[in-house]
């Protein structure tokens, strides 16, 4: 079976096959740099090294700056340091948050998809892409699909990460959800180095070096990842290399830095099972050799200098993405799909403080040119016995079945005020434009080709109150829009469902997805420590669009003209005596459609929905619990935390109408517990606590293979997918 994960493709990893030694000798170069950026100390007194920062800046709600607090929205901070090793380690950190659920259709812990407020961020192709995530300022959802590849995200240098909740209006397309914001490490004048060593459960292992420093006005950082895991599931097995470099310089009234990422993954998929071979051993692979293997390199170079009593910003990027994805089907030619995304462009954005009616007004205005080249090629493979002629769309003799180019242009004009009213009181207004021009070029057959153009006003309005000196209040109204993918474009006929990921042509054009959201909330910090936090949000979406699956490893996307998002987040944290500390969280969420439409389903029943169906694999209820405490031991302290995160039940994929049953509600055991003195720090992290077995993920589809060992059938069964059992981590630390 075809698994509907990615349309990846692109000629040049086909014809110009990577040899993995690259990524050894990167990782190499950067563990030759850390001795000496570790002995790089400044001959200069202490008090008198002080790097050179940027003064303070009343300005709030900037596209390539941090998150003021005072943004009337919820403002998430995400610990990204206490997070186990591997690819997981930054869903691993959102998923921690209020209201933010998981499902794993892949079968691999490097491919989780999240839900938030209703919305997808995920790395899988098909899936409806609502979050924006952003790297020092830089998009890196992948241009093919908006896409987010969680393996490729450079958590070790991570050292801070922000999710602004709700349509911000700053950040773009694709901002209907939240856009979550990470920012690098920068060395300082205390040089720093560091190695970590990790091993665990399923053949785990890891190694992650750091180094950093600062002398004479420049600073560098580098960090080096490697990460390997053989799985718990048949043709499971994880590779992943990175190797991430920071080099800056700044002044007091100018700042300056280059980055580059480089990563070499390689991620086996086993995917889903139906329920009758999970019976048997959940371990099975039902078409063993799906893999995705990805080659990433991302350029940015970004600076901030003082203008005209305002701050001037800007950011330039380069990113190339090259990948595979091979999907093993049955009973028909495997599908070998590549793609080379590259993408640069530019943002610019001045910020100041002035006066307006007497009053002082933050202002931040901008603007965006980007351009993304997306090319794919996908290719038939007959890797199957039963398969022996290429499907009837592709070359007979070459089993090329798609070559498409979509050199995509986006631009953007965005501005932003804050004006304080009075000491307790703001008011935020901001506007965001859109254009974004998508030429589609297939170069198999150019009556195919045509070119789409989407143009959006974004606005935002919102005001904060301080009801006293340790509650604040706000309400906002905004507005978002979604500009259809390269992929959806080219698979969006219902005439002509798309043979994922073998068909893809100029469809009858899709209409962008717009949202208009509604949001009141309050946040209460009574004392050191302890805070609560309650807000109220309503989204509602046009011509949302929904992938639809005709058959296993076909269908379409198509626009249901009206749904909304509702729901209630609830959050608190308390500190206790002894060192002790608790949070907890509640979320109701009802993600519905409000239209009557006809899917196609592969369920015995036709999937009409109508209005107040739920969407699929979004639970309404979700619980998180957090119980932590702190001690002092010796020269050193020790640290030990509980967490649980519990969702509802929710119904299976291709069960938009709400017909089927449901999967299971379940809650997963999270422990961790470490030591840390000067140099040293060792941690246990332990998943899935108490050994639960449950089921993330689940969908509708045939199975031509029938029950293990039994006779073949094309009976229509429930896919799953198993979530992993009580696994271990250790890993140690040295550092100085």
């Given at each position: 079976m075809a698994s509907m994960t990615r349309v990846a493709p692109s000629m040049f990893a086909s014809r110009h096959p990577r040899s993995r030694s690259r990524g050894w000798i990167a990782l190499a170069a950067a563990c030759l740099a850390l001795p000496a950026a570790a002995q790089q100390r400044d001959s200069t007194r202490p008090d008198s090294t002080k790097v050179h920062r940027l003064a303070p800046t009343v300005v709030t709600g900037t596209r390539l700056g941090d998150v003021d607090e005072t943004l009337p929205a919820q403002v998430d901070k995400i610990d990204v340091k206490d997070i186990s090793p591997g690819s997981a380690a930054a869903a691993g950190a959102l998923v921690r948050l209020p209201g933010v659920s998981a499902y794993d259709d892949q079968g691999t812990p490097a491919q989780p998809t999240l839900e938030i407020r209703g919305f997808n961020v995920s790395p899988v192709v098909g899936v409806p892409q609502g979050v924006s995530v952003f790297l020092d300022g830089v998009r890196v959802n992948e241009a093919d699909a908006q896409e987010l590849n969680f393996d490729l995200l450079p958590m070790d240098a991570v050292s801070r990460a922000r999710l602004i909740r709700g349509p911000a209006t700053l950040y773009g397309k694709n901002t209907l959800a939240g856009a979550?914001?990470?920012?690098?490490?920068?060395?300082?004048?205390?040089?720093?180095?560091?190695?970590?060593?990790?091993?665990?459960?399923?053949?785990?292992?890891?190694?992650?070096?750091?180094?950093?420093?600062?002398?004479?006005?420049?600073?560098?950082?580098?960090?080096?990842?490697?990460?390997?895991?053989?799985?718990?599931?048949?043709?499971?097995?994880?590779?992943?290399?990175?190797v991430f470099l920071n080099v800056g310089r700044?002044?007091?009234?100018?700042?300056?830095?280059?980055?580059?990422?480089?990563?070499?993954?390689?991620?086996?998929?086993?995917?889903?099972?139906?329920?009758?071979?999970?019976?048997?051993?959940?371990?099975?692979?039902?078409?063993?050799?799906?893999?995705?293997?990805p080659l990433l390199w991302h350029l940015s170079l970004r600076g901030e200098r003082r203008l005209a009593g305002g701050t001037l910003r800007g950011a330039i990027y380069y990113r190339s993405l090259q990948a595979e994805q091979f999907n093993a089907n049955v009973g028909a030619a495997s599908s070998d799909a590549y793609v080379a995304n590259a993408s640069y462009g530019l943002t610019a954005e001045w910020s100041a403080v002035i006066a307006a009616w007497h009053r002082p007004l933050a202002l931040t205005v901008g603007g965006e040119l980007g351009r993304a080249n997306v090319n794919e090629t996908i290719w038939a493979r007959l890797t199957s016995d039963t398969a022996v002629h290429y499907p009837s769309d592709c070359d007979q003799s070459s089993g090329l079945c798609a070559d498409v180019r979509v050199p995509e242009t986006d631009a953007a004009l965005f501005a932003q005020g804050e004006l304080q009213l009075s000491a307790a009181a703001s008011l935020t207004a901001a506007l965001r434009g859109d254009w974004v021009r998508e030429p589609f070029e297939d170069l198999l057959d150019s009556a195919n080709s045509a070119t789409s153009t989407f143009t959006h006003l974004s606005p935002r309005v919102g005001a904060n109150v301080s009801l006293s000196p340790t509650v604040r209040g706000y309400a906002t109204i905004g507005g978002g829009f979604r500009?259809?993918?390269?992929?959806?474009?080219?698979?969006?006929?219902?005439?002509?469902?798309?043979?994922?990921?073998?068909?893809?042509?100029?469809?009858?054009?899709?209409?962008?997805?717009?949202?208009?959201?509604y949001e009141i909330g309050a946040d209460w910090d009574p004392s050191a420590g302890s805070t609560a936090e309650a807000s109220l949000f309503f989204s509602d979406v046009r011509d949302e669009i929904v992938f639809v699956a005709s058959s296993n490893a076909a269908g379409y996307f198509q626009n249901i003209p009206h749904t909304q998002r509702a729901g209630v987040e609830l959050s608190g944290t308390l500190r206790l005596p002894l060192g002790m500390r608790a949070s907890a969280s509640y979320t109701w969420l009802a993600a519905t459609y409000q239209s009557t439409a006809l899917l196609a389903s592969q369920l015995p029943v036709p999937d009409s929905i109508k209005p107040g169906n739920a969407f699929p694999l979004s639970p309404r209820d979700r619980f998180t619990f957090t119980l932590g405490i702190t001690r002092a031991l010796g020269a050193g302290a020790w640290s030990a935390d509980l967490g649980m995160n519990a969702v509802s039940t929710q119904y299976l994929r291709g069960d938009d109408a709400n017909v089927g049953p449901e999967l299971p509600g379940y809650a997963v055991w999270r422990f961790r517990l470490a030591w840390q003195r000067e140099h040293v720090a060792v941690a246990l992290d332990v998943r899935n606590l108490f050994d639960r077995t449950f089921d993330s993920f689940g969908t509708w589809a045939d199975n031509p293979l029938g029950p293990p060992g039994g006779p073949p059938s094309d009976a229509v069964e429930p896919f799953y997918t198993p979530a992993q059992p009580r696994n271990f981590t250790v890993s140690v630390k040295l550092s100085r």
């Open positions: 979550l914001l990470l920012f690098t490490e920068r060395g300082d004048v205390v040089p720093t180095a560091s190695a970590e060593l990790s091993a665990g459960s399923f053949g785990a292992y890891g190694a992650t070096v750091e180094a950093g420093g600062a002398a004479r006005g420049l600073d560098g950082y580098v960090s080096a990842n490697l990460y390997d895991e053989s799985g718990w599931r048949q043709a499971s097995a994880i590779a992943e290399r990175s700044k002044r007091d009234s100018s700042d300056l830095a280059l980055s580059v990422l480089y990563a070499d993954d390689r991620i086996g998929e086993p995917g889903s099972l139906p329920a009758s071979w999970i019976a048997v051993d959940p371990t099975l692979n039902y078409t063993a050799g799906d893999f995705f293997a500009a259809p993918a390269p992929v959806e474009l080219g698979c969006a006929s219902p005439d002509a469902p798309c043979p994922l990921p073998y068909a893809l042509g100029a469809d009858p054009p899709l209409k962008p997805v717009t949202l208009t959201s």
